[in-house]
């Protein structure tokens, strides 16, 4: 794109270093382009990219949430596992029935499978 020379890329929830190339220096007033993405740093911005943590807000985000849900799926598993075992420690009928079942559909695979 050699006949670039405006581009607005403002309020993105852009994030890390503005890449440095020969294309995005002409562009006709570069600092402007990138208002409103305040995780973005490197020149044209005053925003130093070797300063402390510029760029963690939405990463960070997406992490809490990947966790929470990692922590709920396997809270969720537990929880419902110990739920069928206790089921089946109290209650014999639910325990023989379940078994029968079992039995039934093993009988059946193997019917297929002969």
Not at 54 to 73: I, M, S
Not at 84 to 110: E, M, N, S, T
Request: glycine share 8%; charged share 15%.
């Amino acid at each position: 794109m050699t006949m670039l020379s405006k581009m607005n890329l403002s309020y993105n929830n852009l994030s890390g270093k503005i890449p440095t190339g020969n294309q995005l220096q002409t562009l006709i007033d570069p600092a402007s382009s990138y208002i409103g993405n305040k995780y973005l740093c490197g020149p044209p911005l005053s925003r130093n990219c070797s300063g402390p943590k510029v760029f963690g807000g939405d990463l960070d985000e997406h992490q809490a949430e990947a966790r929470f849900f990692y922590l709920g799926l396997a809270t969720g598993f537990i929880l419902g596992l110990w739920v069928v075992f206790v089921v089946f420690l109290f209650c014999k009928r639910c325990r023989v029935a379940y078994f029968q079942l079992f039995d039934k559909l093993l009988h059946a695979i193997q019917a297929f499978m002969a």
